[in-house]
């Protein structure tokens, strides 16, 4: 039987070399990956150039580990959310004009300019090449590449639809980055605001005041007869200025307990159940949310991934625990033959309208269908909201600036005033 000689990736993204006996290059690929094994180089010993292979089985793991440990491995790759979608945008286009799917990764793999996605691509481009399947390949990739992207990737080509899903994936997260971007940026217009209006007090508390407070000694010569106002932003500002350093130790200690405090599974629920009710925001989060189960969940059933498996990727990609806990109950209650409306309706996550319409998608065969409405609906519910959001912060934040600044003059002012109003009275008298 031939000797071939190989250079394989094992599921850490190690690579390793050596020699199979197998009967021809497809037995040698096949049984590389049944020993959990991706073949990069196949060379049938006596046909090609081996010398770079038999190298490599000389130099040992220490040599590919050496490679793994400068590149990272495959595993420990990750890129971010516009870069893949870019990428996927590009391979459904290229595929869709009719091009192989090979020849399309060869193309983004060289014209791509993230130096991880790079690496990412060409690697899947390889494997593709010696057999393995473009799903299997992704996989090797999961912080790029997500549950549901590889089990809609695997979907499509069982269906031998590919094209068409990678089009739904590439609308998925075009729409999902829009939903994103107008959250976040809702939430990081106020902590802007606020942050600058922190930066301000402070300035003026350890910075400004302190050299008022000398001016005022010269001019008044007694603190008794400064105002009222003033004497409280005077102490403010000593009292700051005296504890700086514990202040600063108390906000990194809070921060670190609340990090940790979110790291623990009843912390996390407890600050997701939060972000559903607080004020202002709370409609927003819970909003974007359902928006987010309804497109993913849709998106997965109409490319042909199984309910139950499509309620697990979607659980995991909830981004909320409470949806997360409810979406659980969901899969528990369709895998008993029950329905959908139940689970939903006792979380309070989901309004009467989303219930109504998914029991009316369940009843006539058309739920894909109905959870893309619910999530066009709610898509355009968050942008109103957003909209609305911000036209309401504005001016509260405008206000607060200011009444923090201009505390903070007057108190400094009103001395000034004072000493103003002595010097006219003595004049005049």
């Known amino acids: 039987m031939p000797k071939f000689h190989y250079i394989a990736l094992d599921q850490n993204g190690q690579e390793t070399a050596g020699v199979i006996d197998a009967a021809s290059d497809a037995d040698a690929i096949n049984q590389l990956r ?10 049938q010993e006596g046909k090609g150039d081996i010398s770079a292979i038999k190298k490599k089985s000389k130099t040992g793991t220490a040599k590919g580990k050496g490679k793994a440990a400068a590149g990272g491995s495959p595993a420990s790759l990750k890129v971010k959310g516009k870069t893949l979608m870019i990428f996927t945008r590009q391979l459904a286009t290229l595929i869709d004009s009719g091009l192989p799917l090979l020849r399309g990764l060869t193309v983004l793999g060289r014209q791509e300019v993230n130096p991880q996605m790079k690496r990412a691509v060409t690697t899947i481009s390889d494997n593709v090449q010696t057999g393995s399947t473009f799903s299997e390949s992704l996989s090797q990739f999961p912080k790029v590449f997500n549950k549901l992207y590889v089990n809609m990737v695997k979907a499509g080509e069982l269906g031998g639809v590919l094209e068409i899903v990678l089009n739904r994936l590439a609308e998925y997260q075009e729409k999902a980055q829009k939903l994103k971007n107008k959250v976040v940026a809702a939430m990081v217009y106020p902590l802007i605001v606020m942050f600058i209006a922190v930066a301000i007090m402070v300035f003026l508390m350890l910075v400004i005041v302190p050299r008022f407070e000398q001016i005022f000694e010269d001019m008044l010569g007694s603190k008794d007869k400064l105002p009222g106002l003033t004497k409280m932003v005077i102490g403010f500002s000593r009292w700051m200025g005296d504890n700086i350093f514990y202040i600063i130790i108390v906000c990194a200690v809070s921060y670190v307990a609340w990090k940790l405090f979110s790291n623990t599974k009843g912390g996390r629920l407890t600050i997701d159940r939060w972000k559903l009710k607080m004020p202002l925001f709370g409609d927003v989060q819970r909003k974007t949310a359902i928006s987010r189960f309804t497109r993913t969940l849709g998106t997965l059933v109409t490319s042909g991934v199984p309910i139950l498996q499509a309620l697990n ?9 409470v949806v997360s806990d409810a ?5 528990d209650a369709v895998k008993e033959g029950e329905s959908m409306v139940g689970p939903l309706e006792a979380s309070q996550v989901f309004p009467p309208m989303v219930i109504s319409m998914v029991d009316v998608g369940e009843e006539t065969g058309q739920l894909p269908e109905m959870l893309l409405k619910i999530a066009d609906v709610y898509e355009d519910e968050v942008d109103n909201s957003v909209s609305a959001l911000t036209s309401m ?4 934040m405008i206000v607060m600036l200011a009444l923090v600044v201009g505390t903070i003059v ?3 002012f009103l001395p000034l005033i004072q000493v103003i109003q002595g010097l006219s009275q003595g004049a005049a008298g």
């Open 34 to 43: 049944q020993s959990q094994l991706y073949p990069t180089q196949v060379v």
């Open 313 to 321: 990727i979607t659980k995991e990609t909830a981004g909320n625990v």
């Open 327 to 331: 979406i659980t109950k969901v899969h």
């Open 393 to 396: 912060l504005e001016p509260l």
């Open 410 to 412: 007057m108190a400094l």
